[in-house]
């Protein structure tokens, strides 16, 4: 009798410590789980405004890479104008020089020719003259031949004339000529001197010592930094995207965790409270 009533209170101490052990390890693991709640709600709410925030960046990335590629896009445009601009005047220039050297011949041939219509007209009317000096002492001499080298002195010195009044449209064509190959050189040296300074390349495409300060050289280097730009905003908004992700996940798992682990103390302690 006195072993059964020493052993029965020593057994339900030990039922109610143990219970308060078990109690006490579910209510550690519940604040342990919410500490990991908070935890990641912390980094969600961190990965959150740091995902706004790259995002943000991006859009601006990407409007200055639009901004850029335009600009791009605009300066290949002045280039082949310029190049166009260039190509045609040189082939204008060739084109006016050509026709000058044409004119140029064509004017000493009618220097030629009016020289030699000048002797002939001279050796005419000296033969004219000379017929009718005979005519005087010979009356046979035909009245036709001398009215025939009348008529050709005549039809010489209209030739002369006509061919003078060519020579001086000629004349006139060659200064109007020159005046346009000077305008289409100027304009080729010109167009050549533009494409020097806009592209920082020579005549012959190779750089010159001014190329990086050239405007076509800074337009297109602008455009590569805001397609790096934009890449690498691209790159850290995924990144952080794919952490928010994780994190969203870690956060869902550690609430059933912890709602699981509260639902199981409150069963314990209820069960304890009723024990």
Do not use: C
Not at 168 to 190: C, G, P, R
Not at 206 to 231: V, W
Request: glycine share 2%; no cysteine.
């Amino acid at each position: 009798m006195n072993n059964i009533t020493i052993n029965a209170p020593q057994k339900r101490y030990g039922v109610t410590e143990r219970k308060k052990a078990e109690l006490d390890l579910l209510e550690e693991e519940v604040r342990n789980a919410e500490y990991t709640v908070q935890q990641f709600e912390a980094m969600v709410t961190s990965l959150t405004e740091k995902s706004n925030k790259f995002t943000a960046l991006l859009q601006t990335a990407d409007a200055k890479r639009a901004t850029a590629l335009s600009n791009w896009d605009l300066a290949q445009d002045v280039l082949k104008n310029l190049t166009d601009l260039k190509n045609s005047s040189e082939i204008a220039l060739e084109e006016m020089s050509e026709t000058d050297v044409k004119v140029d011949d064509l004017t000493k041939n009618l220097t030629q020719m009016i020289k030699e219509l000048i002797y002939s007209a001279e050796m005419i009317e000296k033969l004219s003259n000379l017929v009718i000096r005979r005519k005087a002492q010979n009356p046979l001499i035909s009245d036709e031949l001398i009215t025939i080298l009348g008529t050709a002195g005549q039809d010489a010195n209209n030739a002369v004339a006509a061919t003078l009044v060519a020579l001086k449209s000629t004349y006139t064509t060659q200064s109007s000529n020159k005046e346009t190959e000077a305008i289409s050189s100027l304009e080729f040296m010109q167009a050549v001197n533009l494409l020097e300074v806009y592209t920082g390349t020579d005549s012959d495409g190779k750089a010159t010592e001014d190329q990086e300060a050239s405007l076509f050289y800074l337009i297109h280097k602008a455009y590569q930094e805001a397609e790096k730009n934009y890449e690498k905003a691209q790159d850290a908004n995924t990144l952080t995207a794919k952490q928010l992700n994780e994190a969203q996940s870690n956060l869902e798992k550690a609430q059933v965790k912890l709602t699981s682990l509260q639902s199981g103390y409150a069963a314990a302690n209820a069960a304890a409270l009723a024990s």
